[in-house]
């Protein structure tokens, strides 16, 4: 059974940091391109971050470049996003999720066959 399990969000100031994991199980970690989604109130579900299961090649939404960083630790099955300089705007219940697919541009949500329950950032301003 593949679980993705969260951890790491929080209430946080604007300008603050959060670090997100995400710990795999029951999958082949190396396999997958991971990816980071958010959805906030209202809203649908966005693409945050991804990357490939080499780890070479990541992808950043416009709104978060600069700003996140994802990265892979294999031996630990883990996969992280350091979220710096957070706004209002970074506010969401935030996703990790697994695919075997890789794309360089636009990915959607379909694309991913395996997802956590989630973990909630707030920003305050």
């Known amino acids: 059974q593949v679980q993705l399990v969260e951890s790491g969000g929080g209430l946080v100031q604007a300008g603050g940091s959060l670090r997100l994991s995400c710990t795999a199980s029951?999958?082949?970690?190396?396999?997958?391109?991971m990816g980071w989604f958010r959805q906030a109130p209202g809203k649908e579900r966005e693409g945050v971050s991804r990357?490939?299961?080499?780890?070479?090649?990541?992808y950043y939404a416009d709104s978060v470049k600069g700003r996140f960083t994802i990265s892979r630790d294999t031996a630990k099955n883990t996969l992280y996003l350091q979220m710096n300089s957070l706004t209002p705007e970074d506010t969401a219940m935030y996703y990790c999720?697994?695919?075997?697919?890789?794309?360089?541009?636009?990915?959607?949500?379909?694309?991913?066959?395996?997802w956590g329950q989630g973990t909630q950032v707030t920003v305050s301003s």
């Open positions: 029951g999958l082949t970690f190396d396999d997958y391109t």
């Open positions: 999720a697994a695919s075997r697919f890789w794309r360089s541009g636009y990915s959607p949500v379909t694309d991913f066959k395996y």
């Open positions: 990357i490939k299961w080499s780890g070479v090649s990541t």
